[in-house]
């Protein structure tokens, strides 16, 4: 059953280790031993996983426990040429944090899974080690573009980069994948599997568009084309949208956490019976765009490494109202996409902001949101702050009394749950 296995990344799975539980791979509907647990597991086998063009192994559910053990022992994998480092980064020091800043500020997170061996690139490609960047050796020992690039880059456990001016670069190297013709070749699996990278990819470079520049009709225009097109794909593929879509980052970035959201708003929605056209598009386009006020707070506040004071809580409270003003010139936009902006952190007793709503005042989409924000910002790491496993996350919201609308709740959870089970 298929139920009965979950995935796991290559790249999770640490060369030179010894994993004390089986692991599989999938042939079409059958999950197929590939290596008993005790034998260690070498580069070659990583080599050959690749040919193969396999990302993942799988492990049965009950080993999950073994599993869970297995990643707390091991480091995270060193990239080559890394400095060792040990332990958090100190972000008590002023020149760590400056140097945070700087990283947030001046990098784009990229997808590995779409920087395959042997892909020509036209933007150098860097890893996020700790608190620093490292550009890959191949960039540094050749000065110019093209660049070819290898295959342990494709496998790499660290959060790789591309500097925020290369970001319409990687948008034509997206697109043209997209057109590429050596698609066609794929079984069915993994071109739904690559198509859901590229469609995340393509989603995280449009909603950043409109965060650089809220008020343009192009970029607002350039991401309903976008959203609308990676709804159609949520709906195309709705019982397993969660592993193909929602591949978290290391970090809380604005970008990837308002993909997260619009995705989740689909899947969601889906879950409730809402219909495709408009509902499931405005949900989609009202989470992509509910953040769009942290556009104009201080990135120093959006990106502060660790808890806000009181102070900056006040601060960051005025990215909803912010968000509305930045997107009432658009007059096209639907009140329910609105309403998402708007309300994504109202409660239902009435302790939410910016206009503490309470009950019925909070609307449907309103609810919607509120309920798939808090799940991803719990769910996704943060520097000061270890992500939650889902239902951790979900065992949080559940216990908070009368703020979220309890029958939504409910519902969410049997969505996610039916998404984990089949993942």
């Known amino acids: 059953m298929k139920s009965d296995y979950f995935p796991v990344p290559l790249k999770k799975i640490v060369i030179d280790s010894y994993p004390d539980f089986d692991l599989f791979i999938k042939r079409q509907d059958r999950f197929v031993l590939y290596r008993k647990g005790g034998y260690k597991f070498k580069q070659e086998n990583i080599d050959n996983l690749i040919e193969n063009k396999i990302d993942s192994l799988y492990v049965a559910k009950e080993d999950v426990k073994r599993y869970e053990e297995y990643r707390k022992r091991m480091p995270d994998e060193a990239e080559e040429e890394a400095p060792e480092e040990n332990g958090q980064v100190d972000f008590t020091n002023a020149h760590e944090i400056e140097q945070y800043h700087e990283i947030m500020d001046n990098f784009f997170v990229v997808n590995h899974n779409l920087l395959q061996k042997g892909e020509e690139v036209d933007f150098p490609v860097y890893y996020h080690a700790g608190n620093n960047v490292h550009l890959f050796s191949e960039f540094e020992k050749k000065p110019e573009a093209p660049w070819e690039l290898a295959d342990r880059i494709s496998v790499s456990s660290k959060e790789?980069?591309?500097?925020?001016?290369?970001?319409?670069?990687?948008?034509?190297?997206?697109?043209?994948?997209?057109?590429?013709?050596?698609?066609?070749?794929?079984?069915?699996?993994?071109?739904?599997?690559?198509?859901?990278?590229?469609?995340?990819?393509?989603?995280?470079?449009?909603?950043?568009?409109?965060?650089?520049?809220?008020?343009?009709?192009?970029?607002?225009?350039?991401?309903?084309?976008?959203?609308?097109?990676?709804?159609?794909?949520?709906?195309?593929?709705?019982?397993?949208?969660?592993s193909l879509m929602v591949i978290h980052s290391h970090d809380f970035y604005t970008y990837t956490h308002s993909l997260n959201v619009s995705t989740f708003c689909v899947g969601f929605g889906s879950a409730l019976g809402l219909f495709k056209s408009p509902d499931l598009e405005w949900l989609a386009l009202g989470g992509a765009l509910h953040d769009v006020g942290k556009s104009r707070v201080d990135t120093k506040l959006i990106n502060k490494p660790s808890k806000l004071t009181p102070e900056e809580f006040e601060e960051m409270k005025k990215h909803v109202l912010i968000g509305i003003d930045l997107l009432k010139e658009h007059h096209d936009l639907p009140k329910e996409v609105l309403e998402i902006v708007a309300q994504h952190h109202e409660k239902l007793t009435g302790t939410g902001y910016p206009n503490s709503l309470k009950g019925d005042q909070v609307s449907y989409f309103g609810r919607i949101s509120a309920i798939v924000d808090v799940y991803d910002a719990l769910t996704t790491e943060r520097p000061y702050k270890k992500a939650l496993t889902p239902f951790e996350a979900l065992n949080i919201i559940a216990r908070i009394q009368g703020e979220f609308d309890e029958k939504l709740v409910k519902k969410f959870i049997v969505m996610l749950g039916k998404q984990l089970a089949g993942a």
């Open 160 to 242: 790789l980069l591309i500097r925020r001016q290369d970001i319409h670069k990687y948008q034509a190297f997206i697109n043209r994948l997209m057109s590429a013709e050596k698609e066609a070749e794929d079984n069915h699996e993994l071109k739904v599997m690559r198509k859901a990278v590229v469609l995340r990819e393509m989603s995280k470079v449009v909603i950043q568009e409109i965060l650089d520049d809220p008020r343009s009709g192009e970029k607002l225009k350039n991401l309903k084309d976008q959203v609308y097109e990676t709804t159609d794909f949520v709906l195309e593929n709705v019982d397993s949208f969660y």
